[in-house]
């Protein structure tokens, strides 16, 4: 087996159940922000949707790019593209800078605006339970199918098969084998996928590299660059230690509700 995870989403094959939207609160804790999950949409507290669109149901989620674009303008290394697949996120090296949500190409990373210690938030394809051998949260409750996890080469071979077999029914298109370098996540569907609400209009070439490209001709700014926000990122996790340490010791300082209660801390 390769090393390489992947999702394959079919939308002829799904019916709208919102079992992965469930799944996908259940297992990161997140708590409800829709009276109806196909009304919800991507927040910091929802990584994935479900949407009606062109007559099908589609799901929404992070793409976990080849080479992710995320990745690369993060100053900081915050993102990170694991060799098995997930793109994950360091909160500690996080400097707040949200180059990553104006990068990805499909909107994805969204941002804890109302926090204190804001986070950025995304789908990171289950990473835990990747590593414990386990399939996405969503694929495991998948009751038709329509969301498949396994490796990612295998994934595009099924889904290649399954073109062969029904010309007719599919778009003779596998989305996210090419897009921007490539997917883990990949999508068949029997209708035009900008009917569905996905990009059509992206190279497939991963955008890191036209970015490094220009960046190249550039390496003054680059070295400048780099130290500059090395130096925001220090201010920013000690900012950080600062505010964690003064909610801890007003945490130490103020009595619980029972205490004030208890008469033997009352003043005499």
Request: charged share 25%.
């Amino acid at each position: 087996m390769g090393d390489k995870k992947g999702l394959l989403f079919d939308a002829t094959l799904c019916i709208g159940c919102g079992a992965c939207y469930e799944a996908c609160k259940e297992r990161n804790q997140l708590p409800r922000t829709a009276a109806h999950f196909l009304e919800d949409r991507l927040s910091d507290q929802t990584y994935t949707v479900v949407k009606r669109r062109g007559g099908r149901f589609v799901r929404q989620l992070c793409m976990h790019c080849e080479v992710p674009t995320c990745v690369s303008v993060c100053p900081v290394g915050a993102l990170e593209k694991t060799a098995t697949g997930p793109v994950i996120y360091h909160e500690a090296r996080c400097i707040g800078c949200r180059y990553c949500m104006l990068a990805c190409p499909f909107g994805i990373p969204k941002y804890e605006w109302r926090k204190i210690l804001p986070r950025v938030r995304k789908c990171d394809l289950c990473a835990d339970r990747l590593a414990a051998g386990r399939p996405t949260a969503c694929a495991e409750v998948c009751p038709t199918g329509a969301t498949r996890f396994g490796d990612r080469q295998a994934l595009i071979e099924e889904a290649r098969a399954r073109i062969r077999a029904h010309p007719q029914k599919y778009v003779p298109r596998i989305y996210g084998l090419e897009e921007v370098g490539g997917t883990s996540v990949l999508l068949l569907s029997d209708v035009p996928f900008e009917r569905l609400g996905y990009r059509t209009d992206l190279l497939s070439e991963p955008l890191p590299l036209l970015t490094w490209q220009v960046l190249q001709k550039i390496p003054n700014f680059v070295v400048v660059g780099s130290v500059l926000l090395g130096g925001i990122w220090w201010i920013t996790n000690r900012r950080r230690e600062v505010q964690l340490r003064e909610h801890q010791q007003r945490e130490v300082r103020e009595p619980s509700a029972s205490e004030s209660a208890d008469p033997s801390h009352e003043e005499p």
